[in-house]
């Protein structure tokens, strides 16, 4: 199957500084991709949708200019959080669906603490 | 907007049969999704139905009725590594996502 590969897999990060997380599929074009954050003992929040060479889209409540996001290939997203505040710690995953696909294949994720 | 309810936790016992519903609302819809998530770990893939009827892959099997907006995942001869949440989710042709449930957490005891 499809191979989606996220790094880091864990960070820690000071308050106010930036962190950037990387995902990408590994054998296959990803014209879409998906990022998500999950709190403890929560589902899955889509956070935004990027397609390859345009904007994202952010959901509704997600502050695009401390989220940001880059879909600059086929094959790699990256999401970075500006400012990182403690709020910000959680569990960043992204997906990646092909053009012709409907399926999503998740990344392992990324565990972000801000101290 | 979309409205995808199911259960928060389950317990069941090593060797039965669990049942997990998942009922929905939503326009546009275009196949639903069953995901295994182990704490800790991203989601991996379990089952699409974008048909009606029962699809049947090993232990596992995962039913959809799109006249009445619900799925349901079957798991039997239970495992203790089952212990996973189970996160039902609905794929949207407008939207061109895919939208989560809660999540169901499962604990499968001796």
């Known amino acids: 199957g499809a191979v989606v590969s996220q790094h880091p897999s864990r960070v820690i990060c000071k308050s106010g500084t930036s962190v950037k997380i990387e995902c990408r599929s590994l054998d296959f074009q990803a014209t879409t991709m998906f990022w998500y954050r999950q709190f403890p003992k929560q589902s899955l929040m889509l956070m935004a949708t990027?397609?390859?060479?345009?904007?994202?889209?952010?959901e509704q409540g997600v502050e695009k200019d401390k989220f940001l996001i880059n879909h600059a290939s086929l094959t790699l997203s990256t999401l970075t959080v500006t400012s990182a505040h403690p709020e910000d710690s959680s569990f960043y995953i992204c997906?990646?669906?092909?053009?012709?696909?409907?399926?999503?294949?998740f990344g392992p994720g990324t565990r972000l603490t801000v101290t | 907007g979309q409205n995808i309810d199911q259960p928060t936790e389950m317990t069941a016992t090593e060797g039965a049969i669990v049942q997990i519903n998942c009922t929905y609302q939503t326009s546009g819809f275009n196949g639903l999704f069953w995901y295994q998530q182990h704490a800790g770990e991203a989601p991996t893939f379990l089952s699409y139905?974008?048909?009606?009827g029962l699809e049947e892959k090993g232990r596992f099997s995962s039913f959809l009725s799109r006249s009445k907006g619900y799925s349901y995942l079957l798991l039997k001869e239970l495992q203790m590594k089952d212990s996973a949440s189970y996160l039902c989710a609905v794929f949207n042709n407008a939207g061109n996502m895919l939208t989560f449930g809660g999540g169901t957490r499962l604990m499968v005891k001796p």
């Open positions: 990027s397609n390859e060479g345009s904007k994202a889209t952010y």
């Open positions: 139905n974008v048909l009606d």
């Open positions: 997906s990646a669906r092909s053009e012709q696909g409907t399926e999503q294949y």
